[in-house]
C-alpha cells in the first residue's frame, strides 16, 4: 500500500484561501501555531490497517487519541519553511552584534564536520576505532598551542563561560596546591556578566576595577586593590568596549609578583589571532570561543566550544582527560589531577572538526589576515560614522567599535529604539547596553567576512537613521520595527506575563 504518495496527492489536505495581498501579509505575521492548523482527518502518512494486537499495558493502555494535529505532509513542510523564514540569521543578512563574532562560516568546514567518520562516531567506541578523532583534536591542540604560544590546552569546556570555570578552577587548585585560600577575584567594571558570575561561582569575592576616560582598565586602581588575599584579575582583551588593553603585561607582572593568576577572557581573539601571543602577555589561563573565532554557526544556545589554553604553572591543574600518545597509538589518560573531569565525555567533537579545517584552509598567513581584516572592517565603520553617532572612545579601536545614546540626547529616542529602527532597515541591530560603562552602548562588530559594500549600506542606513533622529522623527523610531514578523512587544508584559504554552 502506497504511504506517502496518497497524502501529497490528495488536495483535500491542502488549506486553499484566497489570499488578498493584506491577508497574506498578516497571515506571515501570524503563522499560526501547528495545532491551530489542524485539519481533521489529514494525514502525512497512511499506514495499512494493522489487526489489533494484544495490550500488554494494562492500565497503562491509552483510552483516548493522543491531542497531535491532524495535518498533510505540505502543510508540515510549509508551516515550519514560513517559521524558518521568519529568522533574521548570518545567512540572509549583516550582523554586527558586538562581542559576539556573527561571520560566515565556510561551508566547506560545515561539510567536513559532516563525514561519516567524524559526524557517527560514539565517545564510548573502543579508542581503537577512532584515532583519527584523537588524531584530529592533537592536531588542534598544536595549533591552538603555537597560536596562543601556551603549553596545554584543555578541551572539554562547553562554551567561553565554561572554559572561563575551568580556568578559575584550576587557579584555585593551583593555589590549594601551595595551601592558600585566597579569596579576592578582580574583574574590570567592562567585563562580561559571565566574568564576575563564574569568579562568584568558584567561591570568590569579586572587586571590581573601574575602567580609565579612555576606556581601558585603571592600572592605578588595579594596583591599589592588589593585597596578598587576591587569587586573579579576569581581564577582557581586546576590551568590551573594543580596545587593546596596553598595560596587561605590566598587569600580569605585578599579579605573579604576588602570587596571583591572570585570567584572561579571550572571547574577542577574533581581533588578536595571528598577532599577538597570550602567553608573550603573561596570560596563565584564556578560553577561546571556537565558535566565534574559528568557524562555527552559533546563537540560539550552541553548538559552542570553549577550549582553555594553561601556562605552564596551571597545566597541572587541567580537567581530564588528557589525550597522550603512546606506542604510535592515542590513548585517554586519567590521573589523579584534582579537577577530574569537568564533562562527561571529550569536548564539543564537531566544533573541533570545523575550528581545525577552518584553520587548516587559512594557514597561519590567513588567520592573521583575518584579524587584520576584522579590524580594519571596525575602523571603516567607526571613521564613516564618527560625525553622525557619538563614538565613547578616541582613536583606533580593535574588531568592535563602540558608541553611546548621547547623539540621541533631548530627542525623544533611545538606543533600543534605534536598534529597533534598524531592523526595518534590513540590518541586525548591534548589541545594546553593554558593556555597561558608558550610557546606552551601541556596540558593532562587522568582522571579517563582510564586503565593502555591505558595510557601505550598512553605514548608508544609520546616516540616514541618525539625520532622522536629529530631525526630531520620533515616530519613526517608536513604531519601529514596521517590517518584522513582530512589531515592537510590550517589554514588561513580555516578561511579567509571558504565554509559554498553548491552549485551546
Ligand atoms: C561570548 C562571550 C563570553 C561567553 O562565551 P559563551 O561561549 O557564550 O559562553 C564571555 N565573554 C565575552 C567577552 C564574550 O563575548
Excluded at 579537577?339 to 569536548?347: D, E, M, T, V
Excluded at 568592535?400 to 534598524?422: C, H, S, W, Y
Excluded at 548589541?431 to 563582510?450: C, N, S
Excluded at 517590517?483 to 517589554?491: K, L, V
Amino acid at each position: 500500500m502506497s504511504t506517502f504518495a496518497n497524502a501529497v496527492s490528495d488536495s483535500s489536505h491542502l488549506v486553499t484561501l484566497p489570499l488578498t495581498a493584506q491577508q497574506a501579509t498578516e497571515e506571515w505575521r501570524d503563522e499560526p501555531l501547528i495545532f491551530e492548523l489542524n485539519n481533521d482527518g489529514a494525514v502525512g502518512v497512511d499506514f495499512p490497517n494493522v489487526p489489533p494486537v494484544k495490550q500488554r499495558l494494562g492500565s497503562m493502555t491509552r483510552t483516548s487519541p493522543l491531542p497531535l494535529p491532524n495535518i498533510s505532509e505540505p502543510q508540515v513542510v510549509r508551516h515550519y519553511t514560513r517559521l524558518s523564514q521568519k529568522n533574521y540569521s548570518i545567512d540572509s543578512g549583516f550582523y554586527p552584534l558586538g562581542s559576539c563574532t556573527m561571520k560566515h562560516n565556510p561551508r566547506l568546514n560545515e561539510k567536513v564536520a559532516r563525514l561519516s567518520g567524524f559526524a557517527n562516531i560514539h565517545p564510548l567506541q573502543p579508542l581503537s576505532t577512532v584515532q583519527g578523532a584523537l588524531e584530529v583534536m592533537d592536531t588542534l591542540c598544536h595549533w591552538l598551542k603555537t597560536i596562543t604560544g601556551m603549553p596545554a590546552i584543555a578541551f572539554s569546556p562547553a562554551a567561553g563561560a565554561h572554559g572561563e570555570l575551568c580556568g578559575m578552577m584550576a587557579i584555585k587548585a593551583a593555589l590549594e596546591a601551595r595551601g592558600e585560600h585566597r579569596s579576592i577575584v578582580l574583574v574590570p567594571e567592562s567585563a562580561h556578566g559571565t566574568n564576575p558570575a563564574t569568579a562568584a561561582a568558584c567561591g570568590f569575592t569579586v572587586k571590581a576595577i573601574p575602567a580609565r576616560a579612555d576606556g581601558t582598565v585603571d592600572v592605578a586602581a588595579f594596583t591599589e586593590a592588589l593585597s596578598n588575599d587576591v587569587a586573579a584579575a579576569m581581564i577582557t582583551n581586546p576590551n568590551t568596549c573594543g580596545l587593546f588593553e596596553p598595560a596587561l603585561k605590566e598587569i600580569a607582572d605585578k599579579l605573579h609578583a604576588i602570587g596571583a593568576y591572570l585570567y584572561c577572557d579571550g572571547a574577542n581573539f577574533n581581533a588578536i589571532s595571528g598577532q599577538v601571543r597570550p602567553a608573550d602577555l603573561g596570560i596563565d589561563a584564556m578560553h577561546i570561543n571556537l565558535h566565534k573565532t574559528y568557524s562555527t554557526p552559533h546563537g540560539g544556545g550552541g553548538p559552542g566550544s570553549g577550549p582553555v589554553a594553561l601556562s605552564a604553572a596551571l597545566a597541572p591543574f587541567a580537567p581530564l582527560p588528557h589525550i597522550v600518545q603512546e606506542n604510535g597509538q592515542y590513548t585517554l589518560k586519567e590521573t589523579d589531577a584534582p579537577l577530574g573531569r569537568i564533562k562527561a565525555f571529550q569536548g564539543q567533537f564537531g566544533t573541533f572538526v570545523r575550528a581545525l579545517a577552518y584553520m587548516m584552509t587559512m594557514g597561519s598567513d590567513g588567520l592573521k589576515q583575518a584579524s587584520t581584516d576584522a579590524v580594519l572592517n571596525a575602523n571603516y565603520i567607526r571613521k564613516n560614522l564618527a560625525n553622525d553617532l557619538t563614538l565613547s572612545f578616541d582613536g583606533i579601536c580593535m574588531h568592535e567599535v563602540l558608541a553611546d545614546e548621547r547623539f540621541l540626547k533631548n530627542k525623544g529616542i533611545t538606543t533600543l529604539d534605534f536598534a529597533k529602527a534598524m531592523i526595518d532597515k534590513g540590518f541586525h541591530p548591534m548589541t545594546m547596553y553593554f558593556p555597561l560603562v558608558v550610557q546606552g552602548a551601541m556596540l558593532i562588530e562587522p568582522t571579517e567576512t563582510e564586503s565593502k559594500q555591505t558595510l557601505d549600506a550598512f553605514i548608508i542606513a544609520m546616516k540616514e537613521l541618525v539625520a532622522e533622529a536629529k530631525a526630531g522623527n520620533v515616530a519613526l523610531f517608536k513604531n519601529a520595527p514596521q517590517t518584522a514578523p513582530r512589531t515592537r512587544s510590550d517589554e514588561t508584559a513580555a516578561a511579567r506575563k509571558p504565554v509559554l504554552r498553548w491552549q485551546k
